[in-house]
């Protein structure tokens, strides 16, 4: 299996694919692209990680720079760093994947995320030294740094301007993951009443049924604490799904619309926009259209996010799988400042987050379907366009269909949304039938 970069990184079983040697070659050339000085290396909690920390160091030293090692942090850690040291970095982390999973993600000088061509770059220049099969260094950081943490807690601490999150019950899901080392002491010190659960990582429990991902036991965990909301991570932190106190999923559509909603009311939403991916349900589209606030839609991955905010000017945006952005509080997804913002306009309020959540957006029911073909196509519109056509068609402007192939695997990706879940079903089970019938 060749090493690509996907739409947040480039990730791999870091049992036989993601090799030590293959990181090396990665960090030498991300060091040599991104600038090899000072550049930093934080990790989640995975069993692999501490290797292949080292191996980015390796990298980082071949290309004669000098590297500083910030151990266990949240990937939003890692860009703090690099935009208040004006350094690159890198995160090892392969976010909600499982343990045995484990890939990199780079930030520019800056603490943003990599555009395309810089990314294209150093596949390049990683495809050259991979291919060289050069002997590895050992990876030897000239620094290490115990503070990135406390930055980290006290930059979403800072984030509410002496606000409080005092009188708020709540269970904070870290996914025995990257957030263990920082979700407790920002709730504590905000003065909410927090109970931490899957905060224990092993190596091997990350994401375990735990998190963002599989949020079961924190919604029973809100129930039988009487919270009055949960909040869950996935692996590197930097995503959010909420629970309500009556132990109903908050997505992220529905945060990034509460956040839309309050700060348009408030009149600091940046242009009155916000930025989401085309995955965004239609409900929310629906909503924001009839409080007058704009929507820019991106391709899928929260960078893609991130350059329509910087190009724009604009403030909030995200995705619905939990990356949300607060461009003018940081440079990337932070799933722990997310949740803090949120709790905010619920302290600020003095409405629940079921109140806040139905009043914000109608859900209409969606369906995915990922259907395995031969290889990737180059075209999936044109031929499938009548197929699409016919299904808009029927449901008459009440629905969405949204069809695309996989940026990482043998998959092309069918979306419907419907006024109905029984319609949304029947749809998809149709074009489901249509994809298998010309690309299988």
């Keep these: ?19 030590t040697e293959a990181v090396e070659a990665l960090g030498r050339a991300g060091a040599e692209i991104l600038g090899a000085d000072g550049f930093v290396v934080g990790r989640d909690t995975r069993e692999s990680g501490p290797a292949l920390a080292a ?19 949240p990937t939003p850690a890692v860009a703090l760093w690099c ?77 509410l301007d002496g606000r409080s999150l005092v009188g708020l019950r709540v269970v904070a899901d870290a996914a025995n993951g990257a957030a263990s080392t920082v979700a407790g002491a920002v709730f504590e010190r905000l003065g ?17 049924e735990c998190g963002s991902t599989h949020p079961a036991s924190l919604q029973a965990a809100v129930l039988d604490h009487g919270a009055d909301l949960g909040v869950a991570f996935d ?25 839309a909603l309050d700060r348009h009311e408030r009149g600091v939403l940046t242009g009155d926009a916000v930025v989401v991916t085309v995955m965004t349900n239609l409900g929310f589209r629906r909503s924001m ?16 996010v991130l350059e329509a905010l910087d190009a724009g000017g604009y403030s909030l945006g995200g995705e619905q799988s939990g990356h949300v952005i607060f461009r003018e509080l940081a440079s990337t997804g932070d799933g722990v400042l997310s949740a803090v913002q949120l709790l905010d306009v619920v302290v600020r309020t003095g409405r629940s987050l079921t109140e806040l959540a139905g009043a914000s957006m109608t859900r209409l029911p969606q369906v995915l379907r990922n259907v395995r073909v031969a290889s990737r ?24 269909v949204l069809i695309r192939p996989s940026g990482t695997e043998p998959l092309i990706r069918v979306m419907v949304e419907a006024e109905t879940d029984a319609e949304a079903q ?14 299988s």
């Design 83 to 159: 935009a208040e040291e004006g350094v690159a970095g890198a995160m090892v982390s392969a976010s909600h994947n499982p343990w045995h999973d484990n890939g990199i993600k780079f930030f520019a000088p800056g603490g943003s995320k990599l555009g395309d061509a810089v990314q294209d770059r150093i596949q390049a220049r990683f495809d050259e030294l991979l291919a060289a099969a050069d002997t590895p260094t050992e990876g030897t950081p000239t620094d290490r740094h115990a503070d990135a943490v406390e930055r980290h807690v006290a930059a979403v601490v800072a984030s």
């Design 1 to 19: 299996m060749s090493l690509r970069f996907g739409t947040d990184g480039m990730r791999g079983d870091a049992r036989d694919v993601l090799t």
């Design 426 to 439: 029947m749809e998809a089970d149709g074009l489901v039938s249509a994809v298998e019938s010309l690309f």
């Design 235 to 259: 692996g590197d932190a930097d995503r959010l799904v909420a629970v309500d106190a009556a132990g109903e999923i908050v997505d992220g559509d529905q945060i990034i619309a509460v956040c």
């Design 289 to 304: 259209e009839a409080a007058g606030i704009h929507i820019i839609d991106t391709k899928v991955g929260d960078r893609y």
């Design 192 to 208: 909410a009443d927090v109970t931490v659960i899957h905060a224990d990582p092993d190596g091997r429990n990350i994401n375990d």
């Design 55 to 73: 191996a980015i160091h390796a990298g980082v030293n071949a290309a004669g720079g000098t590297s500083v090692d910030l151990g266990v942090v």
């Design 377 to 400: 196509p180059d075209d999936v519109d044109t031929p499938l366009a009548p197929f699409v056509d016919a299904s808009i068609a029927r449901m008459a402007g009440r629905g969405r």
